[in-house]
Nanobody, 117 residues
Framework: QVQLVESGGGLVQPGGSLRLSCAAA?????????GGWYRQAPGKQRELVAV???????NYADSVKGRFIISRDNLKNTVYLQMNSLKPEDTAVYYC??????????WGQGTQVTVSS
């Protein structure tokens, strides 16, 4: 079992920035996992925002390309999501994910991001 704890959410004005962090419990062999961020807006399905593989390759949803950056620090067991040029449509609960195919898949508890003036 891998415990993931997100932080960094909050209220920000349109055009602003936030950085989300997702920390795995100490002792986790974190570098074997692919890390990802997903989000779920009210009334919508959870969707992939960005993923970073154990090898460091990244992939982004089209809606956030050029604005969001995912990164990881395996020494700190942490995955980050730098969110820039935020828009009201980015408002959602953001969830951290760690997975290693085929069977290991873990989620954080979620952190609220609200973009509003």
């Amino acid at each position: 079992q891998v415990q993931l704890v997100e932080s960094g959410g909050g209220l920000v004005q349109p055009g602003g920035s936030l950085r989300l962090s997702c920390a795995a419990a100490s002792g986790t062999i974190f570098d074997i996992y692919d890390g990802g961020w997903y989000r779920q807006a009210p009334g919508k399905q959870r969707e992939l925002v960005a993923v970073i593989t154990s090898g460091g390759s990244t992939n982004y949803a089209d809606s956030v390309k050029g604005r969001f950056i995912i990164s990881r620090d395996n020494l700190k067991n942490t995955v980050y999501l730098q969110m820039n040029s935020l828009k009201p449509e980015d408002t959602a609960v953001y969830y951290c994910n760690a997975q290693k195919a085929p069977l290991l898949n873990y989620w954080g508890q979620g952190t609220q991001v609200t973009v509003s003036s």
